[in-house]
Nanobody, 119 residues
Framework: QVQVVESGGGLVQPGGSLRLSCAAL????????MGWYRQAPGKQRELVAQ???????SYADSVTGRFTITRDNAKNTMYLQMNSLKPEDTAVYYC?????????????WGQGTQVTVSS
């Protein structure tokens, strides 16, 4: 069973940048899709971005052009570089890793890291 641990959240002013990291522990990670989700107060959890071991990526429309997801397979670590942050990006961000054969909701979730964008 793969486990994931996030780090890197915090408080940043609008227009600023943050980088989130997610370390994955386990074997067989080449068959896992990794992704970032977020949940703002009173809203449902939503997919922000995801990446396969081969480097294929997808993004939510709201973050396209501002966020970049990358993955270092040698370190079993995924990153989310967030630039031009907006107050509406404020949320708890969760790392997810799921096997190709199952939906993300059945994968492994991190404990979440708070990102607050405020002046």
């Amino acid at each position: 069973q793969v486990q994931v641990v996030e780090s890197g959240g915090g408080l940043v002013q609008p227009g600023g940048s943050l980088r989130l990291s997610c370390a994955a522990l386990g074997s067989g990670l080449a068959l896992y899709v990794m992704g970032w989700y977020r949940q703002a107060p009173g809203k449902q959890r939503e997919l922000v971005a995801q990446i396969t071991s081969g480097g294929s990526t997808s993004y939510a429309d709201s973050v396209t052009g501002r966020f970049t997801i990358t993955r270092d397979n040698a370190k079993n670590t995924m990153y989310l570089q967030m630039n031009s942050l907006k107050p509406e990006d404020t949320a708890v961000y969760y790392c997810n890793a799921h096997h190709l054969s199952v939906a993300a909701e059945f994968g492994s979730w991190g404990q979440g890291t708070q990102v607050t964008v405020s002046s």
